[in-house]
């Protein structure tokens, strides 16, 4: 992008609250008159972002800026951004006509001009003839539209939008996302706009960013990020995605779900683990013939409007999401095919779990604010800095968090064709990863255990 394209550029900004980083080292260049979307889950941090462009938070380290000027420490009035929030935040005691004028009123505009003005953002949001109704006889939707007139008679730069659609029913949300787009494209300015509803961000966006975590996983074109997932947590959070283990034998040819397939990708090295993608939607599907790359058996299959979204028990132990225009019956044999340029390979973000520790005694070492008992402390002396490794299979999850070496909470869970794999925010504040059979849910508290032969201890002086 050229620097005069960019309006808003956000440079190696990082936000803590105490001891908390809500965002981590975080980039971003917004290109002018563009549709740019922030998109995550909740607690990632995306209104945090948005509030630190609006000015009513101060970015922690780095730097802001609109149109060239740095304003990270402009106040929010003073910027050329208007905000429109999921609750609508209107005056109840104004007409809809005052309460989009009252901004205008503030900087004494002759009035003419301000009813020039309203008229002209009521006629933009397709309200014309409302400008006397008191702004509780209207429904949500049309309140919303009341928000963004007023944000828009400003004539701002650029219009920030914290889940705008969130509160209104599915029906009303689809209508005004249309109708979003439809404005974006009259008034020319760029927009900002944060939701976790990925539909909503394909739907809208020119640019969608992914956040995870207070930090961008991924930026790009809607179609960039549905078919080119840069990792497991976007593929998943994006669209429906079988995402498997896997390794790569060699270029262009993988192994995964017991099978070795041909694919596009080389450059991960020989016999490397990787993660391995493979949409719904490209799972061929029929009677089991020479052609099948695996066979299983149809354990759901589901009516969704326009496909059937069939579970496939392979063979080979592995449950895989088809979506077909054919339903084939619960219980049914079929054959499955891959086509190689449908296979997405990532590089695994990490292979097991790293901590930074100390050895306390000859059994034992301290990591994760807890002392293990291990049996691999080599002899170490006490207070020796290590790093520990265990393996996500070793890690054990119990539902009574007093049976718990440590506690932690169920943060994310991505179900691997025949395990799940969790990240669990540990209460020191660490993430420890698991591989595990049992289901858990997003939210539920656990207690961690870790068996003493399953922790590898690396010695940080002498070992690397
Ligand atoms: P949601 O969709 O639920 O609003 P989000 O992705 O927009 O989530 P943020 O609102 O940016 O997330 O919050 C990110 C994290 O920062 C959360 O863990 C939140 O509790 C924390 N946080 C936000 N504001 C503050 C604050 N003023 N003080 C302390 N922690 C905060």
């Known amino acids: 992008m050229q620097k ?26 917004v290109r002018k008159g563009e549709f740019v979307t922030i998109l995550g889950p909740s607690g990632c941090g995306k209104t945090t972002l948005l509030r630190l462009i609006a000015g009513f938070q101060t ?29 609508y935040a ?23 001009t301000i009813e020039k003005k309203v008229t002209q953002a009521l006629r933009m949001v397709g309200m014309t003839d409302y400008e006397d109704r008191h702004v509780d006889s209207l429904s949500g939707g049309q309140q919303q539209r009341v928000a963004i007139a007023r944000a828009i008679v400003n004539e701002p730069e650029v219009l920030l939008l914290d889940e705008p659609l969130a509160a209104l029913d599915l029906k009303m ?9 439809e404005m974006h494209k009259n008034l020319g300015i760029t927009f900002v706009y944060v939701t976790h509803d990925q539909e909503e961000a394909l739907t809208l966006s020119d640019t969608i960013v992914v956040m995870s975590e207070g930090k961008i996983q991924q930026i790009g074109t809607p179609i960039d990020i549905y078919n ?28 995964f779900a017991g099978h070795e397939f041909e694919c596009v990708d080389k450059g991960f090295g020989e016999n490397a683990k990787v993660d391995v993608v493979v949409r719904p939607e490209d799972i061929y599907i029929f009677d089991p013939s020479e052609a099948a790359q695996l066979t299983g058996t149809v354990t759901s299959s589901i009516f969704k409007g326009v496909h059937y979204e069939m579970l496939v028990q392979t063979k080979e132990g592995y449950e895989l999401m088809v979506q077909d225009y ?50 691999d402390t080599k002899g170490l002396a006490p207070d020796t800095p290590v790093t520990v490794e265990v393996d996500f299979d070793n890690v054990v999850l119990e539902d009574n968090e007093e049976d718990g070496k440590l506690t932690g909470e169920v ?46 201890v690396i010695n940080q002086l002498v070992d690397k």
């Open 4 to 29: 005069s394209d960019c309006i808003i550029s956000v440079e190696h900004v990082s936000k803590h609250f105490g001891e908390k980083t809500v965002l981590d080292d975080v980039n971003l260049y």
């Open 59 to 87: 970015a922690s380290e780095g730097v802001i800026t609109i149109s060239g000027k740095d304003i990270t420490q402009t106040p929010p009035h003073l910027r050329p951004v208007n905000t429109v929030f999921q609750k």
């Open 90 to 112: 209107l005056f109840p005691h104004l007409n809809v006509f005052n309460n989009i004028a009252f901004g205008l009123k503030l900087k004494k505009m002759p009035a003419a």
């Open 173 to 181: 949300r689809k209508d005004m996302q249309m109708e979003l787009k």
């Open 228 to 255: 080119e997932p840069i990792n497991s947590f976007v593929a998943d959070f994006i669209g429906e995605s079988n995402i498997l283990n896997g390794w790569m034998i060699k270029d262009k040819l993988v192994s």
């Open 326 to 375: 054919h339903c084939f019956e619960v219980g049914h044999e079929v054959g499955l095919l891959v086509k190689p340029f449908d296979i997405h390979v990532m590089k695994k973000e990490r292979t097991c779990n790293t901590f930074e520790g100390k050895v306390t005694d000859e059994n034992h070492v301290e990591f994760l604010g807890c002392s293990f008992e291990c049996s």
């Open 411 to 456: 943060k994310f869970i991505l179900y691997k064709g025949n395990h799940y794999h969790l990240t669990v925010l540990t209460d020191w504040d660490e993430n420890i990863f698991v591989n595990t059979n049992d289901v858990w849910d997003d939210g539920d508290r656990v207690g961690i255990t870790i068996a003493p032969d399953a922790i590898r």
